[in-house]
């Protein structure tokens, strides 16, 4: 296990979408995905949607992890994952949300293929072992 | 396997993702993709952009892929971040900077982590430059950080090396040492509006005349009395005789896309240049020694750890040299010796 981790580190993108400006956490994550060892990919703030499919794909990563408080979680985050399917993305990558999702809305994004959400208080290590060990298997 | 090489000959985005990421991780299989890519090549022209933290390359390449974009050309762009020497990890942060491209696949962005060795990522390189020119990329751009050392094997890759230098990095110096200055076919000055800009363009200039200064002693002595005529031509035939090229040092403000055009221009300048004197095939020889070179380095090392792997590991041999018994040269000697006995035999059979 170790050995293959040193040979193919885990490549993840760590996204910013939409007209959220609020990028601490997003650098904090990328800070402990890069002390995790993980290859982390930063797309910058303001990115939209397509944008972030394009990086996705673009860069082959193995999660996808969106960082989103301004509340519009229920539109953006679709159109990414709308985007990865028609790409045949979807089924390969493994997509978290961090930020601020309300108890409500989780299960509909968990249904359209969002694989975990934390929100405040998720401790790094959980996060970082919960990619450890869900990150997609590749040959 | 067959699929992945035809999916990406036909265009698709992902499948050349995936290459690139088999080429990356030097998956089994990756070998054969990257033999199979081979046919496929010698399309694109490759540039290589190296400069220090912080000079703009990003920035630059972006407005760049726009102007080509602009013209109706494909790009490929791969950029290249440090890892952590600790846990291996990297944030690999040049695509922030891709503003002008957005959501337009033709321009094809791949990060990449140096992986802690530099000599890995720079066949890798190679061979990702492969794949976006087969994949039929018309430019393909290579972004490094440099200061000098191991990262010119990575931009070696390129037809064109460009080394962008900022104002205030140092007095003349620093232009006076080795390495990054002498690798440059194209010097960019980004942020040409900041104070001192005009210095650094000067101080390159004088770098460049005393190399010309150089170069001249040695072809006039060829050329003794072949030439009266003016000055200009002397002076030209002097560096086309030393086959030469003088780095052109293009002013830019690459956030303001200020320079851009000059900068592709000169691109194109010395592209001519090197097809017009035959240099570029004789960089695609070397291209080509160099990697067969690598490869080989690469198999005899996986060869020696097995041969390594076979004797105990590698910590039994450690723990003998700490114990007096021997000593790392007779290890190494031991352990090559049989390998090199049955070359020599196969060799004379």
Known sequence: MSAEQTQRPIRCLVAKVGLDGHDRGAHVIARA??????EVVYSGL???????VQAAVQEDVDVLGISILSGAHNTLVPKILDGLDEYGALDDTLVIVGGIVPDKDEDELRERGVSAIFGPGASMEDTIEFVRENAPERE | MSGLLDRLLDGDH???ARAITKIENRTPGHRELVSAL????GNAEVIGITGSPGAGKSTLVDKVAEHYRDQGLT????AIDPSSPFTGGAVLGDRIRMASNVGDM??????MSARGSLGGVSIATADAVKALDAFGKDRIIVETVGAGQNEIDIVKTADTVTVLVQPGSGDDVQMLKAGILEIADVFVVNKADLDGADRTVQELQEMLQLRDDDRGRSSTDHHAGHHAESAEAVALQRTEAENGWTPPIVEAVATRGEGVEEYVEALDDHRAHLEATGELDAKARARYAEEIRTL?????????TEEITARGGIDELVASVTAG?????????SVLAPIADCARQQRDS
């Open chain 1, 33 to 38: 995905f890069r002390d995790a060892g993980f």
């Open chain 1, 46 to 52: 303001h990115r939209s949607p397509d944008e972030v």
């Open chain 2, 14 to 16: 992902r499948a050349l």
């Open chain 2, 38 to 41: 081979y046919d496929h090549t």
């Open chain 2, 75 to 78: 790009v490929g762009v791969i």
């Open chain 2, 106 to 111: 033709d321009v094809f962005f791949r990060s």
């Open chain 2, 296 to 304: 080989l380095r690469e198999d005899t090392a996986d060869l020696l």
């Open chain 2, 325 to 333: 018994e021997t000593d790392p040269y007779e290890i190494a000697d």
